[in-house]
């Protein structure tokens, strides 16, 4: 994992049925949503909201 200076945190929309979870944004663009590793429909895409 990285270091919390490397990290960002943001809302995000899943890519299938539109849940918001809260996620880490990683270094290199990966989004990983926080104490989950999937959104309760099953799906592991999502989409930061701006």
């Known amino acids: 994992m990285s270091s919390p200076e490397e990290q ?7 890519k299938e ?3 918001v979870y809260t996620v880490r944004i ?5 989004i990983e949503p ?3 590793t999937a959104c309760s429909c099953g799906s592991e895409e999502f989409e930061v909201v701006d």
């Open 8 to 14: 960002q945190r943001a809302p995000a929309l899943c």
């Open 17 to 19: 049925c539109d849940s």
């Open 34 to 36: 926080i104490g989950t």
């Open 26 to 30: 990683l270094a290199g663009g990966e």
